[in-house]
């Protein structure tokens, strides 16, 4: 399955997990790829920095095998990113494929709830959680690396 989107694997010591972001066209998908592969953080606490590589930016592959659903990228577009303003790049990529942990849309600030609550994606039979965040917000990238701690079980949201 095709999908339209920008994909990344974050990582953090043995914790590795594909995040699939999705937005319209210029909502920002490709610019916070790039912040996260630039800037490794902590989330919110983390004591080892969570880093990122490039899965697939624009178009995502996704296949379901071995009950674990997986993304990569199609062979043309394979370790490029659009810099809005600058061109396309050529990157590192993760190894793939990668298995793919959840998804996180692009939503504007003035949308969101301020406590949501769960939600998933159906992704062609594979049900992911959702998570929905402003990708133009000074924070994304930490509540991207925010999510993926909790998604390890490395951080608790005090309402769970």
């Given amino acids: 399955m095709n999908m339209h989107g ?3 694997a974050l990582s953090c010591a043995e914790h590795r997990s594909g995040i699939l972001l999705q ?3 210029g909502s ?5 790829a790039l912040q996260l592969i630039d800037q490794p953080g902590s989330g919110a606490g983390s ?12 178009q995502v592959l996704l296949k379901g095998t071995d009950g674990v659903l997986t993304a990569s990228a199609p062979a043309a577009i394979a370790g490029l990113l659009e810099v809005r303003g600058s061109g396309i790049i050529r990157l590192d990529r993760a190894s793939e494929p990668v298995r ?3 998804v996180i849309s692009h ?7 301020r406590l949501p609550e769960p939600a ?13 965040i402003d990708f133009s917000a000074p924070s994304s990238a930490a509540q991207v690396r925010t999510l993926a701690l909790i998604g390890w079980g490395l951080l608790c949201l005090s309402n769970s």
């Fill in 120 to 132: 998933t994606i159906d992704l062609g039979g594979w049900v992911l959680p959702l998570h929905r």
């Fill in 28 to 32: 920002g998908k490709s610019s916070l």
């Fill in 100 to 102: 793919l942990d959840m």
């Fill in 23 to 25: 937005g319209a066209p």
């Fill in 47 to 58: 004591p080892q920095p969570v880093s990122a590589q490039l899965v697939s930016d624009d």
């Fill in 6 to 8: 920008t994909c990344i």
């Fill in 107 to 113: 939503t504007d600030a003035k949308q969101l709830d």
